[in-house]
């Protein structure tokens, strides 16, 4: 850990004795330097890359001393703690993931909200350009997004139920319409079930019994079975197209699997 016996180089108008009971008390003053901006011992500081979404991290230590024994001791071992427990306390942090991209240092922390109506353009674009075989939805009871740091990179739509069917016997049932997830793999592979478990949490608010949501057959379902969805059916994989309201298939017209949670 720090060496204590160089404290005394700094400031010649304390008593060492003031000095050590400070030092063990808190860590309030480099060892080294005798810096003393609160927290001294991290100097870190996030900030969100525009060119790939990612939160990263930089760490400026108050002097070459201290980046010096980090170097060659490791993070750990100078301040006694994971880097991932120093940026929980600096930035107040919880949902939070350290990983190595090219070789800066990125962290992301997830934050799920319900949308407000006036975000809605937002979503629709991200889902045009995210979605891998829908445009976005017509009809939006409301959505949720999904931010690493300040970028954006999940969005899920809530709506009434695409069957008319489904609607008639199940007023009180939901779907999830649209969800989209993009970014680095590391970075947002809590995402899907994030958002699925806010949707829930909020259809439930708003009176519904159940939530529905479908995927193609050839998708994992793994995010929907870690926010409490269970496969329920398997359609046909019929065309929408029906002679009375001729339209063009925009949608893959494989089979899809029916999920749902009751709330
Ligand atoms: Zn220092």
């Known amino acids: 850990m720090m060496q204590l016996d ?10 060492l004795g003031d000095e050590l009971d400070e030092l063990e008390a808190g860590e309030q003053r480099c060892p080294f330097c005798g810096d003393t901006d609160q927290p001294w011992h991290y100097g870190l500081d996030a900030h969100h890359n525009p060119r790939n979404g ?3 991290v930089s760490w400026q230590p108050c002097c070459l001393e201290l980046r010096e024994m980090v170097e060659c001791d490791g993070w750990d071992a100078t301040y006694g703690k994971p880097v991932e427990d120093c940026l929980r306390e600096v930035f107040g942090w919880d949902d939070l ?13 997830l934050q799920a909200r319900i949308l407000e109506p006036t975000e809605r353009a937002m979503v629709w674009e991200a889902i045009d350009k995210h979605h891998r075989h829908h445009d976005h939805p017509c009809q939006w009871k409301f959505g949720a997004g999904c931010w690493n740091g300040r970028a954006l990179v999940g969005v899920a739509v809530v709506g009434r139920p695409v069957s008319r069917m489904i609607q008639k016997a199940e007023p009180d049932t939901l779907e999830v319409t649209r969800l989209c997830t993009w970014g680095d793999r590391r970075l947002t592979f809590n995402v ?11 259809a439930r608010r708003r009176g519904a019994t159940k939530m529905i949501t479908y995927t193609l057959e050839s998708e994992n379902g793994a995010s929907l079975r870690a926010a409490g969805f269970k496969a329920v059916a398997k359609t046909k994989g019929e065309s929408w197209n029906r002679a009375a309201r001729p339209r063009t298939d925009k ?5 899809k699997i029916r999920w749902e949670r009751e709330l």
Do not use: Q
Not at 251 to 255: D, F, K, N, Q, Y
């Open 251 to 255: 949608a893959p017209t494989c089979r």
């Open 6 to 15: 160089l404290i005394s180089d700094f400031d010649e108008d304390e008593s």
């Open 97 to 109: 993931h350290h990983v190595d991209l090219d070789d800066s240092l990125a962290v992301f922390m």
């Open 54 to 56: 990612h939160v990263e």
């Open 192 to 202: 899907s079930s994030k958002l699925y478990g806010l949707a829930c949490r909020e």
